[in-house]
């Protein structure tokens, strides 16, 4: 047996023993050893050879169920595989199976999900965040080497933070969305959650580039780790932040800064407190319009009569704001605070380098907890996440310690297409 299939063996024995405490992989690729030994077996090896991969379930991989973790979709097998999948399968990667996440990718928790929340492996009991709960909880757990989440609002950041794994939103338009199924076409971005920074740069280094198939990609530039220098980091200081939260990342923060001879700037957003405000009739519309499609007839089952009430909601919000006579109101002016809230960011940007701040406001809560809070108390758990898709910026979760034994995460936001800058300031805080 070749070294790869070993691997590929060794985790799938430790999920099927240890996933029906966390329900973290929705479906096992039956085929991945078989897959890993025709690798081992070849003469030229690709970047990602030796790499496990567990995927979100609202992207495509061929031959496995792609169900959004919605009773919507919940035999649909994928007839194609996403863009970066191809991108991933060429390198020699393998997928070793389809991961929880909260239903559509409308959530913050894992909650949301019609097969019921994962747990988060680093804090036992909790929400391990979402809405790529499984793409964290399956690093966390040791449970494959890396995982592709997706980032509409903070999906890859937040959970990355709870669980304690470093978590990249790359920047707008430099991974393709081609077999990614929308939550919000204009703010989803895809993207790698991995143990170390070194991981994720590589994963993303793959995935990335210019795709016909999806028009909003553009050229990027090749994802390679750097000594940065002595940087300018602009602190960004934002109310409503749980204060032991701050603590831990401003201890992290000014630690770091000190070793490295870095200078630090208090910078401000001036309309990011509108972000929450502004993401959701924007997301909301979109998600309205893209669910379209599960209408019964292609799909299986019509969405409304089939999915949770957080996808209802959004659903019929964006079918309310989009009627002719709110043409301008919701999605319009939405559309023109995103647009003021990536103008301060670019000007932020031509002052320092990089911008840090905390991940999440808040420590994940206890599973079951979410039922009982309102949409918008949930929704905030977003405001520190949100304001890097609305700006199209790249953002990076980095562990920054405890809170009473729960991981907390680090943020650190570049400008648009700055992502290799991103991750090496990133591994300075590892
Ligand atoms: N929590 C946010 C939402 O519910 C973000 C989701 C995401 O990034 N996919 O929409």
């Known amino acids: 047996m070749g070294e790869f299939e070993k691997k590929v063996k060794r985790y799938l024995d430790k999920i099927r023993k240890e996933n029906k405490k966390l329900n ?9 050893v078989r897959d890993a030994g025709e690798i081992d077996k070849k003469q030229n090896k690709g970047r990602l050879y030796g790499f496990v991969f567990g995927v979100k379930s609202n992207i495509n991989v061929k ?33 070793i199976g389809m991961l929880n996440c909260d239903e559509f990718a409308s959530g913050s928790s894992g909650e949301t999900s019609a097969f019921g929340a994962c747990q988060n492996p680093s804090a036992l009991g909790r929400i391990p965040g979402g809405s790529s709960s499984g793409s964290a909880a399956a690093v966390a757990a040791g449970f494959c080497d ?7 609002g903070g999906s890859i950041r937040n959970p990355a933070s709870h669980c304690g794994v470093i978590g990249v939103k790359p920047s707008y338009g430099m991974v393709s969305r081609y077999g990614l199924i929308d939550l919000s076409m ?18 993303l280094d793959v995935i990335r580039g210019k795709d016909t198939r999806d028009t909003t990609t553009t050229d990027s530039k090749q994802v390679k780790l750097d000594r940065v220098g002595k940087i300018k980091v602009g602190v960004l200081q934002i109310n409503g932040i749980d204060k032991k939260i701050n603590s831990v990342v401003d201890k992290k923060l000014l630690e770091v800064a000190r070793k490295n001879g870095w200078n630090l700037k208090n910078v401000e957003i001036n309309h990011i407190d509108l972000a929450v405000q502004t993401y959701y009739p924007l997301c909301y519309s979109e998600f309205f319009s893209a669910t379209r499609r599960f209408d019964g007839r292609r799909y299986g089952k019509k969405i409304e009569d089939s999915c949770g009430e957080e996808v209802l ?29 990536k103008g301060e960011f670019e000007k932020v940007f031509k002052e320092v380098d990089c911008v840090v701040l905390p991940t999440v406001p808040g420590l994940p809560w206890k ?15 977003d405001a520190l996440t949100i304001p ?6 790249c953002a990076v979760s980095v562990p920054a310690g405890l809170v009473d034994k729960i991981p907390v995460g680090l943020q650190v936001m570049c400008a648009k297409g700055e992502d290799a800058k991103m991750l090496s300031i990133a591994k300075y805080f590892e």
């Open 146 to 152: 890396a995982t592709l989440g997706s980032d509409t």
């Open 388 to 393: 890097a898709n609305l700006a199209e910026i």
């Open 24 to 32: 973290i992989f929705l479906h096992v690729n039956e085929s991945a």
């Open 186 to 203: 204009s703010l989803d971005q895809i993207g790698p959650l991995a143990k170390n920074v070194e991981d994720a740069a590589l994963v």
């Open 367 to 381: 599973i079951g907890e979410g039922a009982k809070m309102k949409p918008e108390e949930i929704y905030a758990y």
């Open 63 to 95: 031959g496995l169920i792609a169900n959004c973790s919605s009773k919507t979709l919940e035999n649909y097998q994928a007839t194609y595989d996403a863009a970066v999948i191809e991108k991933i399968k060429a390198e020699d990667g393998v997928i």
């Open 313 to 341: 909601r959004r659903i019929l919000g964006g079918c309310e704001i989009t009627k002719a006579e709110f043409a301008g109101a919701y999605y319009q002016k939405a559309l023109e605070v995103k647009e003021i809230i």
